[in-house]
């Protein structure tokens, strides 16, 4: 199925554009990790206990935040729950970190959110749900495996990358892998949402699936340049995109509205992972076309300004 057969979009002659927009993106995050909310790490990484409380009706969090605080636990976060579709439901997520939690027992978390509920709170009936622990030893561990996750995945697919293809095409795409996580953890801390380890899994999956949307375009114009000797990079890569275009669009739409509905009705229970899979999808589709593929021509040019010769048409063959 194709979409678009005869499409002859010049995408080289809006590198400029797309590199504006990346740094536009990629900046603002950092600023915001930087001197705005961090990088927002959720309990599973920082360590501390989570007490879900059911309201009989929607909680003032204005009021809510009051009683915990009038109760002696100043610097608890609040977090409501939101339904499907953003509908308000009555449950509010208390956060605690490991200083407040006192010590590393249920309980413990429990029944102060309780007592400061119970003595400063009387807007509605309330029940707690749900009460999570993680201690900071335990944290810190699953931060540092987290790290080193995203950074083997990297290399690895750099080493295969390097192996099936040529050096700059695995540099081209985990630079642009690293540009889609950057945008996509960016985009965490600009909404101030909490990093969880599911949300590390969808990172993951979403560096393999832009890797994969990168090589699908890096493997075209591995094949025209080797059909096309006497055309300029610049051309073979513009075509290469343009020929795989309709494949990318259809992949990428169907794989956006899955997560996108995952994101709107799989509940709060898998917002952060859904958010990271639609940022990331709408990122890494774009960085295929936008970033991995003119790095190519960038560097290609960059070669010829020292005078060394090209060594993109000459690429290996792809091992079967």
């Given at each position: 199925?194709?979409?678009?057969?005869?499409?002859?979009?010049?995408?080289?002659?809006?590198?400029?554009?797309?590199?504006?927009?990346s740094?536009?993106?990629?900046?603002?995050?950092?600023?915001?990790?930087?001197?705005w909310?961090?990088?927002?790490?959720?309990?599973?990484?920082?360590?501390?206990?989570?007490?879900?409380?059911?309201?009989?009706?929607?909680?003032?969090?204005?009021?809510?935040?009051?009683?915990?605080?009038?109760?002696?636990?100043?610097?608890?976060?609040?977090?409501?729950?939101s339904?499907?579709l953003?509908?308000?439901a009555?449950?509010?997520?208390?956060?605690l970190?490991?200083?407040?939690a006192?010590?590393?027992?249920h309980?413990?978390?429990?029944?102060?959110?309780?007592?400061?509920?119970?003595?400063?709170?009387?807007?509605?009936?309330?029940?707690v749900?749900?009460?999570?622990?993680?201690?900071?030893t335990?944290?810190?561990?699953?931060?540092?495996?987290?790290?080193?996750a995203?950074?083997?995945?990297?290399?690895?697919?750099?080493?295969?990358?390097?192996f099936?293809?040529?050096?700059?095409?695995?540099?081209?795409?985990?630079?642009?892998?690293?540009?889609?996580?950057?945008?996509?953890?960016?985009?965490?801390?600009?909404?101030?949402?909490e990093i969880?380890?599911?949300?590390?899994?969808?990172?993951?999956?979403?560096?393999?699936?832009s890797?994969?949307?990168?090589?699908?375009?890096?493997?075209?114009?591995?094949?025209?340049?080797?059909?096309?000797?006497?055309?300029?990079?610049?051309?073979?890569?513009?075509?290469?995109?343009?020929?795989?275009?309709?494949?990318?669009?259809?992949?990428?739409?169907?794989?956006?509205?899955?997560?996108?509905?995952?994101?709107?009705?799989?509940?709060?229970?898998?917002?952060?992972?859904?958010?990271?899979?639609?940022?990331?999808?709408?990122?890494?589709?774009?960085?295929?076309?936008?970033?991995?593929?003119?790095?190519?021509?960038?560097?290609?040019?960059?070669?010829?300004?020292?005078?060394?010769?090209?060594?993109?048409?000459?690429?290996?063959?792809?091992?079967?």
């Open positions: 199925m194709e979409l678009f057969r005869t499409t002859n979009i010049d995408w080289l002659g809006k590198k400029w554009y797309f590199l504006g927009f740094l536009i993106f990629s900046v603002a995050g950092v600023l915001s990790m930087a001197f909310h961090g990088v927002p790490r959720g309990v599973d990484f920082k360590g501390g206990t989570l007490v879900y409380v059911k309201f009989d009706s929607t909680p003032n969090e204005d009021h809510l935040r009051q009683a915990i605080d009038a109760g002696g636990i100043h610097d608890a976060s609040i977090q409501r729950i339904g499907a953003g509908q308000v009555n449950e509010e997520v208390i956060s970190p490991e200083s407040s006192a010590d590393t027992s309980d413990a978390g429990r029944e102060r959110v309780l007592a400061a509920l119970n003595n400063n709170y009387h807007d509605s009936h309330f029940e749900q749900q009460v999570e622990i993680v201690g900071p335990a944290g810190k561990q699953l931060q540092k495996q987290a790290w080193l995203t950074i083997y995945s990297l290399i690895g697919m750099l080493v295969y990358l390097w099936r293809f040529e050096l700059i095409y695995g540099v081209a795409a985990v630079v642009a892998v690293f540009h889609d996580t950057l945008i996509t953890v960016g985009a965490f801390s600009l909404t101030n949402q969880t380890l599911t949300v590390i899994a969808a990172i993951l999956t979403l560096i393999g699936y890797m994969n949307d990168t090589i699908v375009v890096f493997d075209r114009i591995r094949e025209n340049l080797a059909l096309s000797r006497r055309e300029s990079l610049t051309d073979v890569v513009n075509r290469s995109i343009n020929q795989t275009l309709s494949r990318t669009v259809i992949a990428s739409g169907l794989t956006f509205l899955t997560v996108l509905s995952l994101y709107l009705f799989g509940g709060e229970v898998l917002h952060g992972f859904s958010f990271a899979l639609v940022v990331g999808i709408l990122i890494g589709t774009y960085s295929s076309i936008a970033v991995a593929a003119p790095m190519l021509v960038a560097y290609q040019d960059w070669r010829a300004s020292k005078g060394k010769a090209a060594t993109l048409p000459a690429g290996k063959r792809a091992k079967s």
